[in-house]
C-alpha cells in the first residue's frame, strides 16, 4: 500500500506542476490566476504527503538500527537482561 500511496502522491504532484508551469508560460497574470484555494489545497496536500512518506521512511530505517535490534532476542522478543 506504500507503493501505492507514492504513485498516487506522484501523479497528482506532475499533474499539478504541469498546470503551474502552463499557466506560468501563459504570464505572470495567469500564473497569479492559478492559485486559486483548490490549487493552493492541492499543493499542501502534496507537500504533506511528501513529508508523510520522508517520516515514514525515517521510521522504517529506524526500526532496524542495530541499537534497537540489539535489544531483541532471536525470537524478536525483548531480552530479559536489558
Given at each position: 500500500?506504500?507503493?501505492?500511496?507514492?504513485?498516487?502522491?506522484?501523479?497528482m504532484?506532475?499533474?499539478?506542476?504541469?498546470?503551474?508551469?502552463?499557466?506560468?508560460?501563459?504570464?505572470?497574470?495567469?500564473?497569479?490566476?492559478?492559485?486559486?484555494?483548490?490549487?493552493?489545497?492541492?499543493?499542501c496536500?502534496?507537500?504533506?504527503?511528501?513529508?508523510?512518506?520522508?517520516?515514514?521512511c525515517?521510521?522504517?530505517?529506524?526500526?532496524?538500527?542495530?541499537?534497537?535490534?540489539?535489544?531483541?532476542?532471536?525470537?524478536?522478543?525483548?531480552?530479559?537482561?536489558?
Amino acid at each position: 500500500f506504500d507503493v501505492f500511496f507514492i504513485c498516487l502522491v506522484g501523479k497528482m504532484f506532475f499533474s499539478e506542476a504541469k498546470d503551474a508551469l502552463l499557466s506560468l508560460k501563459l504570464g505572470c497574470d495567469e500564473f497569479r490566476d492559478y492559485w486559486q484555494i483548490w490549487n493552493i489545497v492541492d499543493w499542501c496536500s502534496i507537500l504533506l504527503s511528501f513529508c508523510c512518506v520522508i517520516l515514514w521512511c525515517s521510521v522504517l530505517i529506524g526500526t532496524t538500527d542495530a541499537t534497537l535490534t540489539g535489544l531483541l532476542d532471536d525470537n524478536g522478543e525483548l531480552k530479559k537482561d536489558v
